[in-house]
């Protein structure tokens, strides 16, 4: 079967051939480092401004997570405090972790090039996100129920450092965030679930700073977040749990995420 080629305005997107690979070297991820490795499971795309021109931006889909090593993510709820002989009713911010997105299918490797201006990323990822997900329509192995998800980076200052990081995740590794993801990188950083706390975390123990950053996007990454929505992406309450971003799942049942 051919794979679909898609375009939108003058943007177009295909798979990543073999002859992309120098171009790809050249693109960066969302928080400025260079793209990890193509995994077996994973197929990439690519995005010039014309036919025929070099690739600035590239994704990639992958089939299935959270297999055979677990994946984990926050899970954002409430929990209610109520006493009527007190007068009393709080309602409160909860992080639970769990693994409710094993086997969903990824966006990942999202990178550009560093020249990309900001008003021509989001047509690139349009067309990026578009592309993708009709191939995945078409994959055999593709449950029909399974969702597909997009981990966006969170907020963070310039040297990397996040809020959400700073206040719960450093207390369970001792190093700060922009060091880990030098040392780890972008899918190390999935191990650091196994380290976090498993019981339920009150939001209202953190710090103020933290709170406001749950499931908020970095703006290097709202292009790309503008792009996933217009898809049919939406946020369910997942998170990441190193700095806090929002995870943005399409389920093929609504093509939207359920209220």
């Not at 990323?121 to 993708?132: F, H, R």
């Not at 997900?133 to 029909?144: C, D, H, I, N, S």
């Not at 206040?167 to 590794?173: C, D, E, I, S």
Request: net charge neutral; charged share 15%; glycine share 10%.
């Amino acid at each position: 079967m051919t794979s679909p080629t898609s375009a939108t305005a003058t943007w177009h997107a295909r798979p990543a051939t073999a002859t992309d690979a120098d171009a790809l070297a050249a693109l960066r991820d969302l928080h400025g480092a260079p793209l990890p490795p193509l995994a077996e499971s994973e197929t990439a795309w690519v995005a010039s401004a014309q036919a025929g021109a070099p690739p600035v931006a590239t994704l990639r889909l992958r089939r299935h997570i959270g297999k055979p090593v677990p994946r984990g993510w926050f899970r954002l709820g409430w929990a209610v405090h109520a006493s009527a002989e007190l007068g009393l009713y709080r309602r409160q911010r909860t992080l639970l972790l769990g693994h409710d997105l094993t086997g969903a299918g990824e966006l990942c490797g999202f990178g550009c090039a560093a020249t990309l201006p900001a008003t021509e990323a989001g047509p690139a990822w349009v067309a990026l996100v578009q592309a993708a997900m009709l191939a995945r329509q078409g994959t055999p192995e593709v449950k029909a129920s399974a969702p597909c998800i997009a981990e966006l980076p969170g907020l963070g200052d310039a040297e990397g450092n996040a809020p959400v990081w700073q206040a719960l995740g450093h207390h369970f590794h001792g190093q700060d965030l922009a060091t880990l993801r030098r040392q780890l990188g972008s899918e190390g950083l999935h191990h650091l679930a196994a380290l976090m706390p498993r019981h339920l975390v009150y939001a209202s123990l953190l710090p103020a700073a933290a709170q406001a950053a749950l499931g908020q996007v970095h703006a290097t990454a709202l292009p790309l977040h503008a792009a996933l929505l217009q898809a049919g992406f939406g946020a369910r309450e997942h998170i990441t749990v190193t700095d806090g971003g929002p995870v943005l799942e399409c389920w093929p049942d609504t093509r939207t995420a359920p209220a």
